[in-house]
């Protein structure tokens, strides 16, 4: 086999194996979503989790870190690749849209679906205890983000933490109408839909 065909299958390998992972990670976080709102958070366990799933603890771990990230695996991760090209000015250049682009992608961007944000929206109304832990990430998130902000020309901590503010408001917003009305599109559409009229409203004169 030539070099060249052996990194072709090597890369194809490596493609479907990542892809094994995540599939496999979404089955645990949609399992335990479900025990989450028809048991409680509390009432199930770990093993309750794994048995569901079909695998064992192990394994289980293998794909998350504790039964709190199962449940609430959809929340944002911002890579460290993420945080280099905000740090530098990018990708556009433009606060607003850099942090509504940074954000929309560690949410899943274009392969992230209703039924996801559908699955924490029900855990929390069945066990608003987690919402604390979800704000508290959040907050943890923010405060990160800004500390990388700061270093973007012109940017200080008032205007960085302004910028999440509006950003914040424009995703929750779409978040709500991807749960509301499914059909008025995913999450990017809705997001770029909502920015549009949030710049209608700061620059409204009426």
């Known amino acids: 086999m030539h070099e060249g065909s052996e990194g072709a299958t090597l890369h194809s390998v490596t493609k479907s194996a990542i892809a094994a992972r995540g599939s496999r990670r979404t089955t645990i976080i949609s399992a335990a979503q479900r025990l989450a709102v028809s048991c409680g958070y509390t009432g ?3 093993e309750d989790l794994a048995e569901a ?6 394994t289980l771990f293998n794909h998350v870190s504790s ?3 199962a449940v609430l695996g959809v929340l944002p991760e911002v ?13 556009t250049g433009h606060l607003v849209e850099d942090l509504l682009t940074t954000i ?11 039924e996801d944000w559908q699955g924490l929206h029900d855990v929390i109304l069945r066990n608003p205890e987690l919402l604390a832990r ?3 990430y ?5 405060s990160e983000l800004v500390t990388h902000l700061v270093h973007r020309e012109g940017v200080d901590a008032d205007v960085a933490w302004m910028g999440l503010t509006v950003v914040a408001g424009v995703v929750s917003r779409s978040v709500r109408d ?5 059909a008025r599109g995913p999450l990017p559409t809705r997001v770029r839909h909502n920015l549009g009229l949030t710049r209608e409203v700061l620059t409204d004169r009426r």
């Open 104 to 114: 929309v992608d560690s949410l899943g961007g274009d392969d992230g679906t209703v």
């Open 67 to 69: 039964k709190e990230e």
């Open 53 to 58: 799933v079909g695998c064992s603890r192990r």
């Open 44 to 46: 199930f366990t770990v």
């Open 178 to 182: 991807c749960i509301d009305d499914p």
């Open 134 to 136: 979800v704000q508290e």
């Open 138 to 142: 959040v907050d943890e998130l923010s």
């Open 79 to 91: 890579t460290d690749e993420q945080v280099e090209v905000l740090r530098g000015g990018g990708p």
